[in-house]
Nanobody, 115 residues
Framework: QVQLVESGGGLVQAGGSLRLSCAASGSASSIYVIGWYRQAPGKQRELVATVTNDAWTNYAESVKGRFTISRDNAKNTVYLQMSSLKPDDTAVYYC?????????WGQGTQVTVSS
């Protein structure tokens, strides 16, 4: 089992920045890929960015050049640095981790970008 706890969400003006953190515990050393998804009201949950344990990253086209994902394996923590935020980035952001064929989710953190 893996437990994921997100932090760092909040309210920010358009053009601003936020950094999300996701701390993993439990069988965190078994995580292969970890990252972030988001869900806006009335929309499906979508991938934002992921990183593997050998540092391969994957980003949604909509966030490339604005968001950066990083992973501190010693702290079992993944970060999402978000810059140049837009109102369209408003959503609940969920941490996601995969161990073999099992997927784990955090409880989510709200990010609201005002225009």
């Amino acid at each position: 089992q893996v437990q994921l706890v997100e932090s760092g969400g909040g309210l920010v003006q358009a053009g601003g920045s936020l950094r999300l953190s996701c701390a993993a515990s439990g069988s965190a050393s078994s995580i292969y890929v970890i990252g972030w998804y988001r869900q806006a009201p009335g929309k499906q949950r979508e991938l934002v960015a992921t990183v593997t344990n050998d540092a391969w990253t994957n980003y949604a086209e909509s966030v490339k050049g604005r968001f950066t994902i990083s992973r501190d394996n010693a702290k079992n923590t993944v970060y999402l640095q978000m810059s140049s935020l837009k109102p369209d980035d408003t959503a609940v952001y969920y941490c996601n981790a995969r161990v073999r064929t099992t997927t784990f989710w955090g409880q989510g953190t709200q990010v609201t970008v005002s225009s």
